[in-house]
């Protein structure tokens, strides 16, 4: 044994959408998400536009996309529920947001996995560490190198 301490973390929902692309090197040897994680994941699938309203991606290439990842992190992790030590953290998370002259209510569900992370004691990994500005003092934010993502609709025939 190395003797080296092993990194844990609380993963954001954006690190299980990217992390087949996301270099592993960057995320912790002990990976948990919260339960906000998996209520994202679980609406995504939902949220895919028809394809005659955008023409980005494939609508039924990316609902099944999303409902592997989906079913892939249900698999492999046991979600950190939100509980009442979260819910009361979630206040000071709240708080420092505002101070920071920013809305808490636009970004609820990533500062309810901060609050999540927080009341764990797990540092948070993300690859949009902008969304947590105004939390330094509460929380450890590690970016992770956002990957360049191929897009599924490049990859449909006749394309």
Known sequence: MSG??????MLDTNILIL???VDPAELPDEMAISAITLAELSA???EVRRNGDQDAYDE???RARRLEILQR?????DPVPFDAEAARIYG???????AAGRKPRVRIADLMIAATAIAERLPLYT???ADYAGLDALIEVFPVTRPPVPHDRDRLPGR
């Open 44 to 46: 995504g699938p939902h």
């Open 19 to 21: 992390r087949r692309w």
């Open 4 to 9: 080296e301490a092993i990194r844990q973390g």
């Open 127 to 129: 690859t949009n560490p």
């Open 92 to 98: 000071r998370v709240a708080a420092a947001v505002i």
């Open 60 to 62: 039924h290439a990316e």
């Open 73 to 77: 992190a249900e698999s492999e992790f």
